[in-house]
Structures are given as structure tokens and as C-alpha cells.
T-cell receptor
């Protein structure tokens, strides 16, 4: 069966420090991969998505970047965190095709102090 | 570009009341439409979906009908329970896959 792993679960980082969040998927190949941010009291904001290795689409200009070095690995990074980067970050995967279900990781609670 | 708009919450209902959460979308072509639910302390999970006009998705007593003429996908349930308290997200995907866009979420609180 397919599983998705996202870590760490919680993270407290000082302003100006770098960030690396990792997400891996097992049990499937060539998934579509997604990074979302869920700010307190708000919905899911799509940050990046990828339909293949090295193919990254950015949805909002911001202080973050994403990479997909392997088929089932998706990394969210920042060189210098801002206070406004605090939030709940969710990784998700789904198969190809518009009607397929998305499966979400457990999320990372990032607090920038 | 594609977008999804949901009614603002929170929505507070008494047990056994009728629920409607409005969702409208803007999209080119023929998108697939979804409702996801996030229970307290848990991740998102698919509630139901519809892939073409006039399709009705249903699950756990919830229903939503894909209305292309009104670009809507409203979520309904005839009799809510306390256990339905959660945040509900409407979502859209183009028919080629790729981008999956969510609405802002609607928090539902059901009181006994």
C-alpha cells in the first residue's frame, strides 16, 4: 500500500535560519507531489507542485523553494526564514489524472521565532 | 486561473439539523471537484468527488452535485451529528491532473 512520510512533525527556528522539510512517498511511482501551507484560521494555500523529477511549479512568490531530486522525494527549503513563514506545512501526493484522490502527510508545524 | 470559493465559517448547527456548505469555482475546461474533511487533530481525507457535470458524489450521508451551469459543488447533509464537527474543504483539479486547488475551508461545529 502507499504511504507518505513527512518530517519533522514540529520545528521551531529563529528568523534568518535555513529550512529543509522532507516528504517521501512509498508504494507508487511517478506521483504528483504537492506542498501546501495552512495558516491559522485559513485554508490550504498551494505553494508548489511537481509532476515529475526536476519539474517544479511555483504558485506564489515567496521566501521558499522546492526540489524533487528523486521520483518520490519532495523537499521544501528556505535560505533565510521570515516570521511570516510560520504555519502548518502539508505534503501530499496523488496519481496522474484529474480525478485521482490526494493523500496527505501528517504535516509539520513550523514556528519562526 | 482556476480558483475555489467557499462560504465563510464557522458554521454552528444543532444535532440533526440540515447542512449546506456552499462552494463555487472558476475553471477552464472540465475540472474534477472534491470535498475533503479535516477532523480535529488529524490530516485531510477525501470525503467525496465528482468528475463531470451532473455527477453526484456521496459518502457518509454527505452529498454534492457537480453543477456546471452555476459552477457550484455545494455540500449537503440531511441530518448532522456531533461527530461531523470538522473543517471541510472544497477542491478542484484540472482534467489533466497537476494542480490541485483548495478553497479556504469551512469549520463546522455541531452541538448536541
Amino acid at each position: 500500500s502507499q504511504t507518505i512520510h513527512q518530517w519533522p512533525a514540529t520545528l521551531v527556528q529563529p528568523v534568518g535560519s535555513p529550512l529543509s522539510l522532507e516528504c517521501t512517498v512509498e508504494g507508487t511511482s511517478n506521483p504528483n507531489l504537492y506542498w501546501y501551507r495552512q495558516a491559522a484560521g485559513r485554508g490550504l494555500q498551494l505553494l508548489f507542485y511537481s509532476v515529475g523529477i526536476g519539474q517544479i511549479s511555483s504558485e506564489v512568490p515567496q521566501n521558499l523553494s522546492a526540489s524533487r531530486p528523486q521520483d518520490r522525494q519532495f523537499i521544501l527549503s528556505s535560505k533565510k526564514l521570515l516570521l511570516s513563514d510560520s504555519g502548518f506545512y502539508l505534503c501530499a501526493w496523488r496519481g496522474t489524472g484529474g480525478a485521482t484522490e490526494a493523500f496527505f502527510g501528517q504535516g509539520t508545524r513550523l514556528t519562526v521565532v | 486561473g482556476n480558483s475555489v470559493t467557499q462560504m465563510e465559517g464557522p458554521v454552528t448547527l444543532s444535532e440533526e439539523a440540515f447542512l449546506t456548505i456552499n462552494c463555487t469555482y472558476t475553471a477552464t475546461g472540465y475540472p474534477s471537484l472534491f470535498w475533503y474533511v479535516q477532523y480535529p487533530g488529524e490530516g485531510l481525507q477525501l470525503l467525496l468527488k465528482a468528475t463531470k457535470a451532473d455527477d453526484k458524489g456521496s459518502n457518509k450521508g454527505f452529498e454534492a452535485t457537480y453543477r456546471k451551469e452555476t459552477t457550484s459543488f455545494h455540500l449537503e447533509k440531511g441530518s448532522v451529528q456531533v461527530s461531523d464537527s470538522a473543517v471541510y474543504f472544497c477542491a478542484l483539479s484540472g482534467n489533466q491532473g497537476g494542480k490541485l486547488i483548495f478553497g479556504q475551508g469551512t469549520e463546522l461545529s455541531v452541538k448536541p
